[in-house]
């Protein structure tokens, strides 16, 4: 009977802990896929170019355009006056 109830016991464990693992793995794998996504991917906020996130906050010397449409939130910055417009050519 001791031996039994340790069992149930030991299978409710496994049942616990085989979806809390499940779950451990899928977390890690979204947070992995996403970590990679990323270091590929091109900020929203340039939707004409591709410039990546910030960090590291970039300013117009480090990327190759001029006079691109920069919606906010603008993590770089290189909209500084709000006009919408990145990296002026013309500057004033
Ligand atoms: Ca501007």
Redesign the pocket.
């Given at each position: 009977m001791v031996v039994d109830y340790k069992d149930s016991k030991n299978k409710m464990k496994v049942k616990l802990i085989f979806p809390i693992l499940m779950f451990c793995v899928t977390v890690f794998y979204l947070h992995a896929t996403q970590i990679h996504g990323q270091s590929n991917n091109c900020d929203s906020s340039y939707p004409n170019v591709c410039i990546s996130p910030a960090p590291p906050d970039l300013n117009c010397p480090d990327v190759p355009y001029n006079d691109f449409k920069?919606l906010p939130p603008d993590p770089h910055g290189?909209?500084?006056?709000?006009?919408?417009?990145?990296c002026?050519s013309e500057s004033r």
């Open positions: 920069v290189f909209d500084l006056e709000g006009d919408g417009i990145g002026e």
